[in-house]
């Protein structure tokens, strides 16, 4: 059984280190996943983003439960899995207790996501909210209190290596000036050198980076180089 650590701990953590920058998996060499756990673990990251997708609510397939059970058991870094399928209700419960520390649903897939939202919060994990660049902020509006976090997607949910879409820049700066939103904000897809900075001035606290960072040939030096323009839209 993993260690669970409850949503307040793991959302303080996070929160009080915003810009966090996430690594997802979906871009590291399966064919040495616990290797390349180790070489990014090394870099100081504070969390890993999971990618699940089921081929049917996105037109690709990448992993499940037994995957983020594997990961789980050799890392302590909080897993973050986004949870891209089509019925999130009958598996949120699992994904718990294959060591999941935050589980995101999609709006697109429930008509009121509050009853998951909060079922989540109750298992002890951090509930986010995610929403595809054509989905207006408004559908989410009256769920953001039942939210720990809302994951802006900055491309549409498949694949990694994709173009990132400004359009998630002004859903961050809208959710960031919206007193009814206290979750962390996290933005996922083509966030890279050249927009990542844009992302934390428009308000994002966790940044999802795939290809950027297992794209590298030096993890280090590409971790440190994102903090450091993720900062200096924080602090610029
Ligand atoms: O959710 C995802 C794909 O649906 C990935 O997390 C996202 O694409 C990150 O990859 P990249 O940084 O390469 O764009």
Redesign the pocket.
């Known amino acids: 059984m993993p260690n669970f650590r409850n949503r307040e701990s793991v959302r303080a953590s996070l929160g009080s280190r915003s810009p966090v920058l996430m690594p ?1 998996l ?2 590291c060499d399966f064919a040495n996943l616990q290797q390349e756990i180790r070489d990014i673990e090394a870099t100081g990251v504070h969390g890993l ?1 999971l ?1 699940v ?1 089921d081929g049917h609510f ?1 037109p ?1 397939l990448s992993f499940g439960l037994p995957v983020i059970e594997a990961i789980r058991a050799v890392t302590d870094l909080p897993l973050d899995v ?1 949870l ?1 399928i089509d019925n999130p209700a009958e598996y949120a419960a699992r994904y718990r207790d294959a060591g999941a520390d935050c589980i995101t649903v999609h709006a697109e897939v429930l008509d009121d996501p509050r009853p998951l939202l909060d079922e989540i919060r109750e298992s002890g994990a951090m509930a986010g909210l995610s929403l595809n660049p054509p989905t207006p902020l408004e559908t989410i509006l009256p769920a953001l209190p039942h939210c720990d976090l809302v994951l802006v ?1 900055s ?1 549409m ?6 173009e990132f879409d400004p359009v998630a820049l002004e859903k961050l700066s809208r959710l960031r000036d919206d007193p009814a939103c206290d979750a962390l904000l996290e933005v ?5 050198p050249s927009t990542i900075a844009d992302c934390v001035r428009a308000g994002a606290d966790l940044l ?6 297992f794209g590298a040939d030096d993890y280090q030096q590409r971790v440190d180089s994102l903090n450091q323009l993720a900062r200096s839209g924080r602090d610029g």
């Open positions: 997802s979906l871009a983003h990618d997708m996105v690709n986004h891209m997607m491309v949910p498949g694949f990694g290596g994709q996922d897809g083509g966030v890279n999802v980076a795939g290809t950027a960072v």
